[in-house]
């Protein structure tokens, strides 16, 4: 890569990071904290908790049209505006309506696609992929960052603190867009309206992508509602309070991502993609059923987290990477966009139908629902071609893209 793409990749990764770390940061806290407030109810938290999701998933692949025609930066910037309302109006809220409206707002500053078309507009089609690779890398660390600071800052500054820090790092992300990422130096802005519908069916037409894309709708479907309901079941295990449940979160995620490296490379290098798939999905639903049936065990509770974040850490690093394999030159970013609208839908349907199972049954309910999508995702992916086929999966060359702006 030149010094130019890596200024450009590292810039925008460090974007998408601090539009991310907000949301991630609230996970830990968000059932036990909006739980208290005005009018809620356990079917109404969970809608609030992914309420962000389908704002998110109804409006990535408009934005990425509005950045062909108004321009990548401008429309960033106005998705991080939004996202800075919705942040303000959560801060504020003392009901759950008015939570529910924030949530709202902050998933409508819909910015990943045009994010990930920024990455494309700066760089070659030779490293697009390690391109792709170190911005999906700052999304898994800005989730192992906020997941442990999450409760540390909760303590301190209240969960009213944290979106109003959410606010402040959208304004921040603003500033680095036009500060310090480059500009292509020839971008056609068109409107290429006219080719969606067919880019999507060919993508939707590709069993070999449906299997990634349905993987992370039914990944954030599971992460999205097992935090309604695990931060209670460790405050039951081990007898802390939740601004001490770093304490667990942070050698528990250390350890997960050790264990995640050599079930890559045995996917990666070792031509195992499927069974290292199926490992991980089983993996997932078998964390879920100890959490269910003995997760006040305090070394039960522990093995299952461990358990969860290591497949989690797995499909998450993996999935984004079938589907470069898979589309074809000419539809990877329909695809990559098809990706993140499902990956935001799983988090709208993960946390509505976690309040509707913790209504129906508490805890309980919350990890029966985690383990039957864990098990219907098994048998959908038991499906999967053999695993060398997405090494192999031909893709038709696209054009290069534009040079890059020396800045």
């Keep these: 890569m030149t010094r130019s793409e ?85 801060a ?46 700052s999304i898994g660390l800005s989730f192992a960052i906020a997941i442990v600071l999450g409760p540390i800052l909760t303590s301190g500054i209240g969960m009213s603190g944290i979106f ?9 992300g603003i500033a680095v867009t036009y500060g310090v990422v480059p500009n292509p130096t020839h971008v056609v802005q068109c409107d290429h309206t006219e080719r969606v519908p067919q880019l999507i069916l060919r993508v939707v037409g590709n069993k070999e992508l449906l299997q990634p894309i349905f993987g992370i709708f039914m990944l954030h479907v599971i992460l999205t509602a097992a935090f309604l309901a695990i931060p209670f079941t460790l405050s039951q295990a081990f007898g802390l309070q939740s601004e001490s449940h770093w304490i667990i979160y942070l050698p528990v995620l250390a350890l997960s991502a050790a264990l995640m490296l050599p079930a890559i490379l045995l996917a990666e ?88 199972a913790a209504a129906a049954d508490g805890i309980a309910g919350v990890f029966t629902l985690t383990v039957t999508a864990a098990l219907l995702w098994f048998l959908v992916a038991a499906s999967m071609l053999p695993s060398d086929r997405y090494a192999r999966y031909p893709a038709r060359a696209g054009r290069s893209d534009p040079p890059l702006s020396r800045q």
Excluded at 164 to 172: F, G, I, Q
Excluded at 274 to 291: P, R, Y
Excluded at 306 to 328: C, Q, R, W
């Design 269 to 356: 290098k070792g031509g195992r993609t499927k069974e290292v798939f199926l490992g991980a999905i089983a993996l997932l639903a078998a964390s879920q059923l100890a959490l269910a049936l003995w997760g006040p065990v305090s070394f039960i509770s522990l093995a299952a987290l461990l358990s969860f974040f290591t497949a989690f850490n797995i499909m998450e690093a993996s999935l984004p990477s079938l589907v470069t394999k898979a589309a074809a030159a000419g539809t990877k970013g329909t695809a990559m966009g098809i990706f993140s609208t499902a990956q935001f839908f799983g988090i709208f349907v993960g946390g509505a139908t976690g309040g509707l």
């Design 92 to 137: 504020r809220a003392t009901s759950l309506e008015g939570l529910l409206i924030g949530r709202a707002l902050q998933g409508a500053g819909a910015v990943g696609s045009t994010i990930l078309a920024l990455v494309t507009d700066l760089t070659r089609d030779e490293v697009r992929t390690r391109a792709m690779a170190l911005v999906g890398s």
């Design 164 to 172: 109003w820090l959410t606010a402040c790092l959208a304004v921040l």
């Design 6 to 90: 890596v200024k450009a990749t590292i810039a925008l990764a460090f974007v998408l990071a601090l539009r991310l770390l907000g949301p991630f940061l609230i996970y830990p806290e968000f059932a036990g904290y909006a739980i208290h407030l005005r009018s809620a109810t356990p079917t109404l938290v969970g809608l609030a908790f992914g309420v962000y999701g389908l704002a998110q998933a109804l409006l990535q692949i408009p934005f990425g049209l509005m950045s062909d025609r108004f321009g990548r930066k401008p429309m960033i910037a106005f998705g991080l505006i939004v996202f800075a309302v919705g942040s303000i109006v959560a």
